[in-house]
């Protein structure tokens, strides 16, 4: 079975940081493009950051620049995410997303990515 397994989210205070993790299973995450994704109670989900498949092209929103950074790690099938300086306007659910051509561009359009994960609850509160 296909599928992307977000993990790592969690209640934490402003300032604070977490790493989220994206693991393919039953297919190799190599040679696609990744995308991470956010939507807050009442809000479209917005896309937060992409990363190529070779790592060598990354996207953020502007509003995480400079505090988020995403990575990979092909041989381990697994995309993070290191949230720095978490803002209460960070809360939301992220899912990871894959696009399904390889070696396509790193964008923000959700209808560019296929098959998406069940998500991981990030709340920042004091």
């Known amino acids: 079975q296909l599928q992307l397994v977000e993990s790592g989210g969690g209640l934490v205070q402003p300032g604070g940081s977490l790493r989220l993790s994206c693991a393919a299973s039953?297919?190799?995450?190599?040679?696609?493009?990744i995308g991470w994704f956010r939507q807050a109670p009442g809000k479209e989900r917005e896309g937060v950051s992409c990363i190529s498949d070779r790592g060598g092209t990354t996207n953020y929103v502007d509003s995480v620049k400079g505090r988020f950074t995403i990575s990979r790690d092909n041989a381990n099938n697994t995309v993070y995410l290191q949230m720095n300086g978490l803002k209460p306007e960070d809360t939301a659910v992220y899912y990871c997303a894959i696009r399904p051509v390889v070696r396509s561009a790193c964008t923000f359009g959700r209808s560019d990515y296929t098959l998406w994960g069940q998500g991981t609850q990030v709340t920042v509160s004091s």
């Open positions: 039953g297919f190799t995450l190599a040679y696609r493009t």
